[in-house]
């Protein structure tokens, strides 16, 4: 992919000040956090030379990750029009996932990637479900939706390595729920302070109408996604148990990724 992101306009997510500089905030984790991923799981590849199967997957995982980098990196350049600079929270958060990789160990790195990737992979699906149909701008929109695709692909590829490493006893199941908590309240703590940040960089910090419509949207998707958060503290979870196959070829039509059933047939 190769999006340009020429004229977006201020507010491209439901044409309010809260809303876009939520997701710009999510968008800022992702440069620095795919490449976090990319790292910890490029650190254990080597032992599972003996899978042929997961090793190629590894393979596309990381492949994809850069690419996911490079578009949402290319996107916070675009957004330096506004006056946000949304590179610069990119860089912190370059510096914190810096500071955890070298405090962890391998196994914990990777832990932290596959607790990150459930998180991922359950906040993509109500993108595509719903969420994208906010998004004014074309470009941004075909963005997450190409970016939601591409993690659903490939959310169990951190948990098969995991799994393959370490097995499903207490001693695999105790740090994979640990982890995931902290870094779930990392995810969440960040991205809210990000979001008011870049609120206060755009003199909307106080904007309390804008501030009330995202409040009701961020309750109504709690609503969905604390159920499946709490599908991973389950001993027997995993991600594929869940199928999105028929929400992620209706997306590739959406995005022009496939051809849709009516060009074919016509």
């Given at each position: 992919?190769?999006y340009?992101?020429n004229?977006?306009?201020?507010?491209?997510?439901n044409?309010?000040?809260s809303?876009?500089?939520?997701f710009?905030?999510?968008?800022?984790?992702?440069p620095e956090?795919?490449?976090?991923?990319?790292?910890s799981?490029?650190?254990?590849?080597?032992?599972?030379?003996?899978?042929?199967?997961?090793?190629?997957?590894?393979?596309?995982?990381?492949?994809?990750?850069?690419?996911?980098?490079?578009?949402?990196h290319a996107?916070?350049?675009?957004a330096?029009?506004h006056g946000?600079?949304?590179e610069?929270?990119e860089?912190v958060?370059?510096?914190?996932?810096?500071?955890?990789?070298?405090?962890f160990?391998k196994?914990?790195?990777?832990?932290?990637?596959?607790?990150?990737?459930?998180?991922?992979a359950?906040?993509?699906?109500?993108?595509?479900e719903?969420v994208n149909?906010?998004?004014?701008?074309?470009?941004?929109?075909?963005?997450?939706?190409?970016?939601?695709v591409?993690e659903?692909?490939?959310k169990?590829?951190?948990?098969?390595?995991?799994?393959?490493?370490?097995?499903?006893?207490?001693s695999?199941?105790?740090?994979?729920?640990?982890?995931?908590?902290?870094?779930?309240?990392?995810?969440?703590?960040?991205?809210?302070?990000?979001q008011?940040?870049?609120?206060?960089?755009?003199?909307?910090?106080?904007?309390?109408k804008?501030?009330?419509?995202?409040?009701?949207f961020?309750q109504?998707s709690?609503?969905i996604?604390i159920?499946?958060?709490?599908d991973?503290?389950?001993?027997?979870?995993?991600?594929?148990q869940?199928?999105?196959s028929?929400?992620?070829?209706?997306t590739?039509?959406k995005i022009?990724?496939?051809?849709?059933?009516n060009?074919?047939?016509?």
């Amino acid at each position: 992919m190769d999006y340009q992101f020429n004229n977006i306009p201020r507010y491209w997510c439901n044409n309010e000040p809260s809303f876009t500089h939520f997701f710009t905030a999510l968008s800022t984790l992702f440069p620095e956090g795919e490449s976090y991923f990319v790292r910890s799981v490029r650190a254990l590849r080597a032992k599972a030379k003996n899978n042929p199967r997961l090793d190629r997957e590894i393979g596309a995982f990381i492949g994809q990750e850069a690419m996911h980098s490079k578009e949402h990196h290319a996107f916070h350049l675009s957004a330096k029009q506004h006056g946000l600079d949304p590179e610069s929270l990119e860089k912190v958060t370059g510096i914190i996932l810096k500071g955890i990789e070298r405090v962890f160990s391998k196994k914990w790195n990777l832990l932290v990637t596959v607790g990150l990737e459930h998180y991922t992979a359950v906040l993509v699906v109500t993108m595509m479900e719903s969420v994208n149909e906010l998004m004014t701008d074309e470009t941004i929109r075909n963005l997450w939706l190409w970016h939601s695709v591409e993690e659903t692909e490939h959310k169990a590829v951190a948990y098969d390595l995991y799994e393959y490493l370490y097995g499903t006893g207490l001693s695999a199941y105790l740090p994979r729920v640990t982890i995931f908590t902290l870094s779930l309240a990392l995810i969440i703590t960040m991205s809210s302070i990000y979001q008011i940040v870049l609120m206060k960089r755009d003199r909307q910090l106080f904007n309390l109408k804008s501030w009330g419509k995202f409040q009701k949207f961020a309750q109504q998707s709690y609503q969905i996604f604390i159920p499946k958060f709490i599908d991973y503290y389950r001993r027997d979870f995993h991600p594929n148990q869940t199928d999105e196959s028929e929400l992620v070829a209706k997306t590739k039509i959406k995005i022009g990724l496939e051809p849709s059933t009516n060009t074919l047939f016509s």
